[in-house]
């Protein structure tokens, strides 16, 4: 298989910082209101007050797609009932107006004080607050939902993995163990679900092509103990060995510093758009798509491949760690060997074990 692709490394989307929305006089309620029913009736909004230009009309939401995106159409909602405009709104938190606008849209959360700012502001009486607490609950982190959109439609995923198995590779046992470790009950349950779901992706008629690194610390560190981690090693194995566009590399110890040790990062790149990247932590993800970034990253991951072990040398280091932990479970511990030897003295002619006879 030809690596890496060469005409995937560079996107052209331009990335902005949004800065903070100056204050702008107040238009009258009767105002907005007319606006709205302009935008309603004809599909476009009166000319900007600063700019003179026509805006156009807001998104159309669908509430029905996930919890944020409803909570979104009820923001604006909301928003549009006391005659606000999102800058006038982010103005009055404050936040920038831009962050309203993608609340709105779904594609963001706010923060719990933000959340219920918005929900004093706008008279909500504890309507935003109560569903923001359920967006949160969501089976898939709001933070992380369109990175699994995105990773649904890339044709190339490349993975360098610092701390565990990433998900399209995780067993059930060894997603188990992991999302355990903060959740419970019946939200445990969908997160593993959902995790398992995305695993689809590999099974599709045209699967994308996925590039994974592992550091060698996801090897020894033997999640949910020593018989899960064999097994997830063994689904490496098997995963590697008949999904022909799955490739599986580790970084030894011994390669030392490199440019992606502070954490996980993945690029994903597109038949018909450019590359995104994305980092990410326990509890958050970021989402880059700015274009020299994206290809730093991408760089980064490619300078990984030439470090780690090649594909059937890292085959067999897998399978060396996973045959090491089945030789352990055999060896007792020190509490086993001394509770074994105590029933051994306790049995008839133990004492002559203890005289060394």
Known sequence: MPWPPQNHFFAVRRHLRTPSSPRVPAFTRRASQRDATLTKSYGFQRPDAKT???MPAPKKLDPTTSLAALYGTKLRRLRQRAGWTQRQLGAQVPIAHSRIAQYELGNEIPTKDVSDIL????????E???????????????WARKYVE?????NVIRKYQAHTVPGLLQTNAYAWALLAL???GDELEKLVSARLVRQKLLTKPSPPVLWVILDEAVLRRPVGGATVMRGQLAHLLRTVEEFGRVTVQVLP???GEHLLMGGSATVLSFPRRPD??????????????????VTEYALAFEHLVARALRPEESVDLIRSVMEGLHRDAHVPTRPQRRRLAQ???????GWRLRRGR
């Open 52 to 54: 003179g230009a026509t």
């Open 150 to 154: 995105l990773e649904a439609r890339a």
């Open 276 to 293: 995104v990247a994305y980092l990410e932590g326990p509890q958050s993800g970021e989402l880059v798509e700015r274009g020299d970034s």
């Open 253 to 255: 110890f011994e390669q």
């Open 343 to 349: 029933v051994q003295l306790q049995q008839p002619g």
């Open 128 to 142: 935003l607050s109560e569903l923001w607490w359920h967006v949160q609950r969501e089976a898939i982190p709001d």
């Open 119 to 126: 929900d004093r502001l706008l008279g909500a009486n504890g």
């Open 182 to 184: 903060a959740h419970g």
